[in-house]
Nanobody
Framework: QVLLVESGGGSVQAGGSLRLSCAAS????????MGWFRQAPGKEREFVAR????????YYADSVKGRFTISRDNAKNTVYLQMNNLKPDDTAVYYC?????????????????WGQGTQVTVSS
């Protein structure tokens, strides 16, 4: 059984930082590209960041570029999202996802496995 478990969410003030973690079990994370998505109330799930299997290539949504950093530790089967200079617009439930394809995609429907999400709330 594949499980992706996110942690590290919480409430912070604007300008603060959080580090999200996504621990994978039931799959070899090194064989999957990993992504982070978020969904705010009343909005569609949107792409945040992606890191390829090799840890060489990363991709970011324009809205988080320069503030968020995705990384991975394949030995720990864990992916991270370091979020700095948080803004109220970053408030959402954050999900990690695994994609066995090597083709970069921002489409949630093309990811194979999902976690349950962790809430991030940024107050002004």
């Amino acid at each position: 059984q594949v499980l992706l478990v996110e942690s590290g969410g919480g409430s912070v003030q604007a300008g603060g930082s959080l580090r999200l973690s996504c621990a994978a079990s039931g799959l070899a994370a090194s064989l999957y590209a990993m992504g982070w998505f978020r969904q705010a109330p009343g909005k569609e799930r949107e792409f945040v960041a992606r890191i390829n299997r090799s840890d060489v290539n990363t991709y970011y949504a324009d809205s988080v570029k320069g503030r968020f950093t995705i990384s991975r530790d394949n030995a720990k089967n864990t992916v991270y999202l370091q979020m700095n200079n948080l803004k109220p617009d970053d408030t959402a439930v954050y999900y990690c996802a695994a994609d066995r394809s090597v083709v970069m995609t921002k489409l949630p429907s093309l990811y194979d496995y999902w976690g349950q999400g962790t809430q991030v709330t940024v107050s002004s």
